[in-house]
């Protein structure tokens, strides 16, 4: 085949540009440390790192929402635990109380100290998290209880709802992490007992005294359960975040291993277009040089 | 005498038709690098003889013509692959500027403000009765609607470009036809003498070539040797002397001025890409970003209507509502939905109306809160794709099933298969014309090192005739000593 002069020269030219492209891609590719800058260097891995990309971010936000549950399932088990106690406390005061027949100042004694004990119920009742009542079901901006007194008979009224507090902790997945006063506290009779209790010394009721005494005991046992239902949720989250944390590594690894350039490989491949690109303009300023008009 | 006087005739006639074959040997490489320049050749043939006392005798050499060593099939080909060429060249820029404004290797892609969206609502359902987390809510909303906003306004900014690219292009797609036509005429009136106008005719090749980068064109040469021009669907370019210019009115491309849109007659070249990037591909992306927008609207309003502000009210819309059909966007079409989506002014600069709430709206009630932000993660939306094609005639639509963050990846993947695609193509058929083009030089093109080698030979036949003239003085010097 006949080749024209020009050919020779488009022929170089042609192979210098997409040489130069070529380079140019990987300098991109090693100076970004992106194995691809835009969807259509490989459209598949995009859309795979995208993906990966968005799990990551809702993981990372399940990881927040379980840092919340946290928070409140500590602030639980810490109050629970103080209630168990204080029950436990007035438990042991009513089977003190219920072996004989008592002075009135020690009678005395003991109404004002049961008495603290169910402010003292009613303050854990209260307890505040971030300037929200924790047991308060939704109404966390109101006290959930206050002590009352209608028709001569003293009471402690719930002044929350009936609703949990509930967070994300994976897609489709919500965990309790705030039980309701209403469950918590009403359920368990603490503070009727307390107040029947109160009475019941103050009347020197021994069987009444008694009765308190196992429903006191009972009590306790409710805020045991209670405690030990918190520790069973803690667990759960504590193994959630294990998994979370491995699977968010896991990730990780899986975007960076798609994403990051391989550098010993694009080093090595970037050398190698450089040799090629300087082997196409050596070969040019060669055909240049050759020329039939060297010879006449 | 008389045979003297021949010999002298023959080598004198020889030095002209050596001199013009070295005449056209200077014009090719004179040429040798302006492109589609047909290399040309004298072709010498022998006088015409004379006969004395019965013996034949020549009288030497004359041009007889100078031809063009043109390989028309060729030609033609390179034509039809510069249609396609400029068409995918145009196609593979334009989606790489559109690739460019997704952004999605980069931040602030429309992908992470949406999962930013989804954050907010569950830092929301933490902590329902806060105000930060609320007011963070409407910041990480009011950064996804203008992101929906910008991102449609400036697919509506390339459409509007691909316009103003037709306008420019138009005018010199007009002069091309003229000049096309003018050539007709020249070449028509040059070559009634019966010559070859071989310049002329390289010039209108290297027009049909340019002309063939704005549109797919075919084209037949008549027998006076003037090209009929159309576009390969069949409109009529430039017949004889003639040619019919296109005008861009609006969204339409008139023919001579005649009202009625030929633009579906063009097709490949720049023509044909701006035409298919305008009425194709740039409507199927913004259609499926309104339908994009308008689940979001939906779905987001449909949960929080329902659900109860702090003040335990209910019924407040997040995103502006959509309005009444037949305007658009509406609950049934979500046409301009990404440029429509803004925040309700029910929740705008009111965090408090946000209905996180499932129940009450009471300060630690998140159940609305969850519901939305657990949207994110429904698979079972139905989400309505779009594909344009014909030009914007025919437009088809089917339901997809998944997550709106599914529908979206699923949006950047085929824009990525269709950026890559047409890169690709670009190179292929780049590497297809660069062998074309061998193809034909290898016929038309010049050649130096074989232009100086016939330049020695004709260099010789020159000498050698100024040598004959030289013997012919010396005898005819002989002759006239003879006393």
């Known amino acids: 085949m006949r080749v024209a002069t020009q050919s ?40 795979h790192s995208l993906g990966l990309r968005s799990k990551l971010a809702r993981i990372e936000q399940y990881q927040k929402n379980m840092d919340t ?80 007194v209608s028709g001569g008979v003293e009471n402690v009224v719930y002044q929350g709802d009936g609703n949990d507090f509930q967070v994300q902790i994976g897609p489709d997945e919500t965990m309790t992490a705030g039980k309701n006063g209403e469950t918590v506290f009403m359920d368990s009779d603490l ?93 040019a300023a060669k055909i240049s040089e050759v020329s039939l008009l060297n010879y006449l | ?164 690219n037709l306008q420019m292009g138009m005018e010199e797609f007009n002069r091309l036809t003229k000049e096309i036509a003018s050539l007709n005429e020249k070449i028509l009136a040059a070559e009634s003498s019966q010559t070859t106008a071989n310049d002329l005719r390289d010039q209108r090749n290297r027009l049909l ?30 017949n004889g002397a003639q040619n019919w210019d296109l005008s861009v009115e609006g969204n339409s491309i008139y023919r001579n001025g005649v009202p009625s849109d030929v633009s579906g007659e063009l097709t490949g070249g720049k023509l044909g890409g701006w035409l298919d990037i305008r009425d194709e591909i740039i409507p199927q992306y913004a259609a499926n970003l309104d339908e994009l927008a308008g689940t979001l609207i939906q779905q987001v309003n449909t949960l929080h209507t329902a659900g109860y502000a702090l003040s335990g009210g209910t019924g407040f819309f997040f995103f502006q509502n959509f309005l009444t059909p037949p305007a658009v966007p509406n609950a049934a079409d979500f046409e301009g939905a990404a440029a429509y989506i803004s925040l309700s002014s029910d929740v705008l600069g009111h965090p408090e109306n946000i209905a996180a709430g499932g129940v009450s709206g009471e300060p630690g009630d998140n159940e609305n809160a969850l519901n939305i932000a657990a949207l994110q993660t429904d698979g079972t939306l ?8 014909d030009r914007g005639r025919t437009l088809t639509s089917s339901l ?35 062998r074309l083009e061998e193809v034909r030089d290898s016929v038309s093109g010049v050649n130096l090192d074989e232009e100086l080698a016939e330049m020695m030979k004709f260099q010789h036949a020159y000498e050698a005739a100024s040598k004959i003239i030289a013997v012919v003085d010396e005898m005819l010097q002989s002759l006239m000593q003879l006393r």
């Not at chain 1, 436990?88 to 004694?109: C, K, P």
């Not at chain 1, 009613?122 to 971030?130: C, E, F, P």
């Not at chain 2, 139905?382 to 094609?389: C, D, L, Q």
């Open chain 2, 1 to 164: 005498m008389q045979v003297i006087s021949t010999i002298l005739n023959i080598a004198q006639g020889a030095l002209q038709a050596n001199q013009m074959a070295m005449q056209t040997i200077s014009h090719n490489i004179a040429n040798v690098n302006t492109p589609g320049y047909t290399r040309q050749k004298a072709i010498l043939d022998p006088q015409s003889t004379y006969t004395l006392d019965r013996l034949q005798f020549g009288l030497g050499v004359k041009v007889d013509s100078v031809v063009q060593f043109f390989d028309a099939f060729t030609t033609r080909t390179i034509h039809q692959n510069t249609s396609t060429l400029k068409e995918y060249e145009t196609k593979a820029s334009v989606l790489s500027y559109v690739e460019s404004l997704w952004n999605e290797m980069g931040g602030s892609s429309l992908g992470q403000t949406l999962g930013e969206f989804w954050n907010a609502w569950q830092d929301v359902a933490n902590n329902p009765g806060g105000v930060t987390e609320r007011a963070a809510l409407l910041e990480k909303s009011k950064i996804l609607t203008q992101k929906f906003n910008s991102l449609s306004n400036e697919l509506d900014g390339i459409e509007r470009n691909m316009n103003a």
């Open chain 2, 209 to 238: 070539e340019e002309l063939s980068g704005w549109v797919d064109i075919s084209y037949l040469e008549d027998s006076n040797g003037m090209v009929m021009v159309q576009t390969s669907k069949g409109m009529l370019l430039v």
């Open chain 1, 191 to 283: 503070f009727a007992g307390l107040r029947d209790l109160k009475q019941a010394i103050a009347d020197n009721d021994q069987t009444a005294i008694e009765n308190q005494s196992a429903v006191l005991q009972e009590a306790t046992d409710y805020f045991n359960a209670q405690v030990s239902d918190v520790g069973i949720r803690q667990s759960r989250l504590k193994i959630k975040e294990e998994i979370f944390s491995q699977f968010n590594l896991q990730l990780q690894n899986q975007v960076d291993d798609l994403e990051n350039v391989d550098y010993s490989r694009a080093i090595l491949e970037l050398k190698e277009k450089q040799t090629a690109y300087e082997v196409a303009l050596a070969a």
């Open chain 1, 8 to 47: 020779l020269y488009r022929g170089i030219q042609q192979s210098i540009w997409r040489l130069s492209r070529e380079l140019k891609k990987m300098e991109d590719k090693v100076s970004s440390g992106k194995n691809f800058n835009r969807p259509s260097d490989n459209p598949v891995a995009v859309v």
């Open chain 2, 382 to 389: 139905t989400i309505r794709k779009w594909v344009i094609e």
């Open chain 1, 69 to 148: 549950g946290q928070v409140w399932l500590d602030m639980n088990e810490t109050v629970l635990n103080q209630v168990s106690k204080v029950a436990a406390r007035a438990q042991d005061i009513a089977l003190r109380l219920s072996s004989g027949n008592q002075t009135a100042e020690v009678r005395a004694m003991a109404v004002s100290e049961i008495d603290q004990l169910l402010d003292e119920a009613i303050a854990l009742g209260n307890t505040q998290s971030n300037g929200k009542y924790i047991f308060g079901g939704y109404r966390t901006d109101v006290p959930p209880f206050a002590r009352s």
């Open chain 2, 400 to 434: 997809e099933t998944g997550t709106l963050d599914d529908y979206y990846q699923s949006l950047i993947g085929e824009m990525g298969i269709l950026a890559e695609e047409m890169n690709e193509n670009q190179d292929f058929v780049q590497s297809l014309l660069t």
